[in-house]
């Protein structure tokens, strides 16, 4: 996209949305905000929020959901600071994805922190000690870690970022 980015808000996924429009290059993404997403949402598998400049377009979209990780799979240095329960609360940033026609203007970033701040907000009601994310490749783990995460034990393609942490970033704005 030639020029400034376009101001874009975040809304709930909606009829109005242009799915078919979507193209991140990932094929699997952009196939379930096509044929899955809105359904999921109904199902209340996920929430489905999309970023758009006029309501219709997606220039990016990202999933939240409730999730559940073993304390096993933490580093030894973040389970330590955890009371020995079994399993651990979090919140899962399951996809994210931003339109190859919108790559490249901080529009990724912008998403992540929407979902960090909802992600910290919620935890305040239904308690959630991590955001877990899911990286599909190389790439998606590196954009992940310039955010802070950090790889669970035994599980590179997924990646964690504490509370805590989330609260700090989201402090800094
Ligand atoms: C990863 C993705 C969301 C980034 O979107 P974007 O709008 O181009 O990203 P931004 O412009 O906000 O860039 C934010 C930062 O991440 C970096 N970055 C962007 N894409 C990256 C990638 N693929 N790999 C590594 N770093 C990346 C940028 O260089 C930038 O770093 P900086 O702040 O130091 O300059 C986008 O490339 C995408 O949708 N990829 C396909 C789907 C995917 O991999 N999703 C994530 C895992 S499911």
Redesign the pocket.
Known sequence: MAGSPAPCSVELLHAGHDREGFS???PA?DQYLRTQASQDARKRVTVVFVLTPDGKTVA?YYTLSQHSLELTALPAETAKRLPKYPHVPATLLG????SLA???????????MDALRRSLAGSRSIASSLVL?????D??A???A?HGFTTLRGIPSRLFLPMATVAKLVEQG
């Open positions: 991140c290059g990932v993404l990016g996809r994210l994805a931003v919108f790559r490249g203007h901080g529009y990724g970033h912008a998403l992540m994310v899911d990286a599909k490749d790439a998606a590196t954009f992940y310039k």
